[in-house]
């Protein structure tokens, strides 16, 4: 397999009236690639869920402008219903992106047929390669491994990102891959970085990244060039963190609050979602100062 790479699932800036800060997201999206990981733009970690059409069309006209080509940008546009997601996927397709996610249907309960119905649907109507999300604990819809393996067939599925967090899926998805020529998977959970590299995953896409994007990178470099030891290393600080932090609530938005405390140009996240608090403010700054991320 060729050499494994890294996506991070990159935080959506917002200014304090909720509006999109295009600038901030530029300036996210320029520290990822510094780092050496390439971005998933408008995926859990961005709050695609908080997100309008157009707003999401601007995104990724802006990442994709900002990158130049300078890394891989992949986009989601996973949306409840085949028809909206289809009218978003064609708005990636135009743009040019590198490949297009689409998450498992939410709040409508699927059948595996159904998800067949919806992803082949997608896939027949873009040129951009279309990659599987499942992340079934956001969604309550998951893909199981038969159907992955169904779809992988399509010639235009190019593989799935898996968030399921289940090293057993996981572990089916790779068989699906090592069968299928041109299926690639994309490790989701932080913690298994490394063994998704070492067990034939064509990377990861990582939201822990916007808070560590240097260790991220430096996991798969290391991998790449041989040196498991120090990917070991750097695996163990990943996940360390994601421990320590993923201990208080919905990760997305301690992600994105643990973000802002090492730079408030980011901004909160849309509401509902968590709002600044500032027993939990200390807490998250205790995690970032133990992890050398931000000064005592």
């Known amino acids: 397999m060729d050499s494994r790479e890294t996506f991070v699932a990159l935080v959506t800036c917002f200014d304090q009236a909720e509006a999109i800060d295009y600038k901030a997201v530029r300036a996210q999206a320029r520290r990822q690639m510094d ?24 995104l990724t006209e802006e990442i994709v402008d ?23 996927a064609r708005e990636f397709d135009r743009i040019g992106v590198d490949g297009i996610a689409v998450i498992t249907p939410y709040f409508i309960a699927c059948t595996q047929d159904g998800l067949v119905r919806h992803f082949s649907s997608i ?12 992340i079934p604990a956001r969604t309550q819809n998951h893909i199981e491994p ?22 057993e899926t996981l572990e089916a998805y790779l068989a699906v891959s090592r ?18 590299f070492q067990n034939g995953a064509k990377g990861c896409i990582s939201g822990l ?23 070991e290393r750097q695996q163990a600080r990943f996940t360390q963190l994601r421990t320590d932090l993923y201990a208080l609530g919905y990760p997305p938005a301690l992600v994105k609050r643990a973000l802002y405390l090492m730079d ?7 509401q509902p979602a968590l709002l600044p608090n500032d027993a939990q403010d200390a807490q998250i700054r205790a995690i970032l100062a133990k992890h050398k991320l931000i000064q005592d």
């Open 35 to 58: 780092a050496g990981n390439n971005i998933m733009c408008a995926g859990t970690n961005g709050d695609f869920t908080a997100l309008t059409f157009d707003e999401k069309v601007r």
């Open 66 to 88: 900002e990158v130049g080509g300078r890394a891989k940008v992949i986009v989601n546009a996973g949306m409840p219903a085949t028809y909206e997601t289809l009218l978003l």
């Open 123 to 134: 896939a027949d109507a873009v040129s951009t390669p279309v990659y599987l999300y499942d």
């Open 146 to 167: 038969e159907t992955a393996r169904a779809l992988a067939a399509h010639g235009n599925i190019a593989g799935i990102k898996d968030s399921g967090g289940s090293q």
């Open 179 to 196: 069968d299928v020529g041109g299926f690639d998977v994309y490790s989701g959970p932080d913690s298994l970085v490394l063994w998704s």
């Open 209 to 231: 990244g916007n808070v560590m994007p240097d260790v991220l990178a430096a996991i798969c470099r290391a991998f790449n060039a041989g040196d498991i030891a120090e990917a």
């Open 264 to 270: 408030s140009s980011v901004g909160a996240s849309r």
